[in-house]
């Protein structure tokens, strides 16, 4: 039952000797830290996943720059036209209606107001009488005398 002792004169010997054993450890090894990282990933993977996350960070920011952006010219768009509508509602030209400050629809209505009492147009049509007087100046009674088949406004 008991071998003899067999003295190992060659690398080659000795490599064949100790093969076993080097190949039972080392799955023993392999095992055991297999086993204990299971469920982390690998240094390649992870260097994936950064490059691919600081690609969709750069895509995020870029969206909310755009966003950004097109809020701000839908803000203006709207400001431009509530400021038209006021204008017109006060009788003002459409040249002044960005002259029109505040930032809710009352103070600009407010200052529609001001700005229209200021601007009055220089110079106002008289009021057509249609009753029996004549409120016609001089050169438009003439007018009319020369031209009888016209009708006075």
């Known amino acids: ?34 086993k204990k990282f299971e469920g982390y990933i690998s240094p390649d993977d992870a260097k994936k996943s950064t490059d691919r996350i600081t690609a969709l960070e750069k895509e995020l920011a870029d969206g909310k720059a755009t966003i ?25 030209p459409a040249e002044l209606a960005e002259r029109l400050n505040g930032s ?8 529609a107001e001001a700005l229209a009492a200021l601007v009055k147009p220089a110079h106002q049509p008289r009021p057509r009488s249609t009753e029996g007087g004549s409120n016609l100046s001089g050169v438009e009674e003439a007018f009319y005398k020369k031209n009888p088949t016209l009708r006075k406004g």
């Open 1 to 34: 039952m008991s071998e003899e002792f067999k003295a190992i004169e060659t690398q080659e010997a000795f490599d064949a000797a100790i093969k076993a054993r080097l190949e039972r450890n080392t799955r023993s090894v392999t095992e055991e830290v297999t």
């Open 68 to 92: 950004a952006d097109l809020t701000a010219k839908n803000s203006a768009y709207e400001i431009s036209s509530v400021k038209m509508k006021i204008a017109r509602e006060a009788g003002l």
């Open 104 to 111: 809710t629809e009352e103070e600009l209505k407010k200052d």
